[in-house]
């Protein structure tokens, strides 16, 4: 069975930083793109950023030059990295993959979410 794990959320003042990352585990075939994505109550949930296997990212605007995605494709790894966060980050945070369980078709997969809480 195949899971996706996040961690590394919390309570970080205005400016701060914090680092999530995200690893699937299971029956793993391979694993297409990677992401993260945020939701605040009331609100859809938005892409934040994304990578392909090859590494190549994408940015929601309002993130972009303050926080980098990177992953390990060898650990099923995905992480991000927030610098200069500001309290409208403050959200849940959902890790993503386009992954391929053995045996199996390509499937979308979510965490359970971590909550990132940036005090003003």
């Known amino acids: 069975q195949v899971q996706l794990v996040e961690s590394g959320g919390g309570l970080v003042q205005s400016g701060g930083s914090l680092r999530l990352s995200c690893v699937a585990s299971?029956?793993?075939?391979?694993?297409?793109?990677m992401g993260w994505y945020r939701q605040t109550p009331g609100k859809q949930r938005e892409l934040v950023a994304a990578?392909?296997?090859?590494?190549?990212?994408k940015y929601a605007d309002s993130v972009r030059g303050r926080f980098t995605i990177s992953r390990d494709n060898a650990k099923n790894t995905v992480y991000l990295q927030m610098n200069s966060l500001k309290p409208e980050d403050t959200a849940v945070y959902y890790c993503n993959a386009d992954l391929i369980p053995h045996g199996l078709r390509s499937m979308h997969y979510w965490g359970q979410g971590t909550q990132v809480t940036v005090s003003s």
């Open positions: 299971g029956s793993i075939f391979s694993i297409d793109d």
């Open positions: 990578i392909t296997s090859g590494g190549s990212p």
